[in-house]
């Protein structure tokens, strides 16, 4: 047996998905950004619809000025991790904005989202202590809790009473209970009844973590996600995000108003054995958060194309998910065909996220994809005319 | 109430058929993935019917052991008597 062996059901699959279409959806190169909406993939101008750029800051002139400033003055990397030698100043100074815009005690910042969930939930969760998972929880998150050793208890997704009855059933137990949830679910869109589960944490003593990554500057007055939303900010323990969705470059943070935070410094293994992010990146993540946090106007914008597209492809007569958020999910039932619309929707011009089970609730396909606030109402409606004739052509909605 | 672990086991069973793509011929040394076709995420969500149905959380790290059907109702019955 070869050492390979084991992978072998995935090259047939990765076969079969190139046989259906002709491409792997999961090789798709972006030769070049030609502006926060259009890229260009196989030599043509191509709209972009599956990228989470959501205010579209990837490409925003500031950040890109204060990247090549700091590039400039201080290097590209740190080449070292942030208990050794790649702590600089800017590393400082945007975790206090960053803890200041959340309005907490402090924050972590790590080198990426993933690593923001790995490096906090596989701490703060120790092998006695219990995790309650939304069952829809990022990989990020499940991996965590196997790093951490904790004891994993699933609930049913977004559903705060099943949340409740599972950690009654853990009444008398030893260990502490920390719950994970996510303000909105990267593959469907759909929302967390925070205020919902903060009630839930507050009766049962658990404590609460909100992974904000998909949520923080689209919802919320300032843009603090979900729980700013709903009033419950007080009861999130801590709050998990990334720079690399609405603030359009790399990287992770975890704030929170428990002043043993430092600690975590300094067993975090995610935070402590990776090279910290360099400085053009986090000049240009602060230069982003200036413009998401002065700019609320982006988040309306952001809504607007979001109910726009969502309605669309609803009136076109394909299954969406309830919610309207920045995620709008096609949802479909056989994966060939999931395959054969992704490319036809290539063809026709129009670039979406092939999402394929089990990395899908319910053991959909899905054709996720994810509007931005610089979309404008004519590239929006394209797509949506782009949806209904792929999927007439390749036989989702009658021809 | 106290199930031993053939009765949980008989359980497990009789709410896989209820499942129309389950085989017909399972039994509690049927392996629940290799046998029954299981990917990861159906046998998570697969679990936690059976926690409803029998009132108890069974933490995913002990999934890792189970292999069969009979695993998993030993399992559960561990996790019933407090052990």
């Given amino acids: 047996m070869t050492l390979f062996a084991k992978f072998d059901g995935l090259a047939q699959a990765i076969d079969q998905l190139r046989a259906d279409g002709g491409r792997n959806p999961f090789g798709v190169v972006i030769e070049r950004p030609v502006s926060s909406t259009v890229g260009v993939i196989e030599g043509r101008e191509t709209l972009l619809f599956g990228t989470n750029n959501y205010l579209g800051l990837s490409q925003y002139a500031p950040s890109i000025e204060a990247a090549a400033a700091a590039a400039r003055s201080m290097g590209v990397g740190t080449t070292g991790s942030r208990i050794a030698n790649g702590t600089f ?11 200041a815009f959340f309005r907490r005690r402090d924050a972590m910042v790590f080198s990426t989202g993933y690593q923001a969930n790995l490096g906090t939930i596989s701490t703060l969760a120790g092998k006695d202590d219990y995790l309650l998972l939304d069952a829809d929880s990022h990989a990020s998150i499940y991996d965590g809790s196997r790093l951490g050793y904790a004891q994993v208890v699933r609930f049913r997704h977004n559903d705060p009473d099943d949340l409740h009855k599972r950690l009654r059933r853990l009444d008398g137990t030893p260990g502490a209970k920390l719950v994970v949830v996510e303000g909105i679910y990267s593959m469907m869109g759909d929302i967390a009844p925070m205020a919902e589960f903060a009630a839930v944490k507050r009766e049962t003593g658990a404590w609460l973590l909100a992974d904000e990554a998909h949520s923080v500057g689209v919802i919320g007055e300032h843009g603090r996600g979900v ?29 929170s108003d428990h002043p043993e935070m430092d600690l975590l410094r300094l067993c975090s293994r995610p935070y402590m054995f990776t090279a910290s992010l360099p400085p053009e990146i986090i000049a240009a993540t602060m230069a982003a958060l200036v413009e998401l946090e002065h700019r609320p106007e982006l988040r309306t914008a952001l809504m607007g194309n979001a109910q726009r597209l ?22 479909l039932d056989d994966v060939a065909q999931a395959v054969a619309y992704w490319n036809r929707l290539l063809d026709l011009g129009v670039y979406v996220n092939l999402s394929l089970p089990p990395a899908t609730p319910n053991q959909n396909p899905l054709l996720r994809s994810s509007v931005m606030a610089t979309h404008t109402p004519a590239q929006i409606d394209t797509a949506v005319e782009a949806f209904a004739q792929a999927a007439r052509d390749v036989g989702v909605l009658p021809a | 109430m106290s199930e031993t672990p053939a009765q949980i086991s008989a359980l497990i069973v009789e709410k896989l058929l209820a499942n129309p793509k389950v085989p017909r011929d399972i039994n509690g040394g049927s392996r629940i993935v290799e046998d029954l076709a299981f990917d990861s995420l159906a046998v998570m969500n697969f679990v936690m019917e059976i926690e409803d149905t029998l009132d108890v959380s069974v933490p995913l790290d002990r999934l890792a052991d189970i292999r069969t059907i009979d695993d998993l109702a030993n399992c559960i019955a561990t996790l019933k008597s407090g052990q």
């Avoid at chain 1, 800017?90 to 803890?99: C, V």
């Avoid at chain 1, 969502?310 to 709008?328: C, F, I, N, Q």
């Fill in chain 1, 310 to 331: 969502h309605s669309g492809l609803v009136r076109a007569g394909l299954t969406t998910g309830p919610a309207v958020s920045p995620v709008v999910a096609v949802v």
């Fill in chain 1, 227 to 255: 729980a700013e939303r709903d009033g419950v900010e007080a009861d999130i323990d801590f709050v998990v995000g990334t720079f690399s969705k609405s603030l359009g470059t790399v990287g992770g943070y975890c704030v």
């Fill in chain 1, 89 to 99: 100043g800017l590393h400082r100074e945007l975790e206090q904005r960053i803890a």
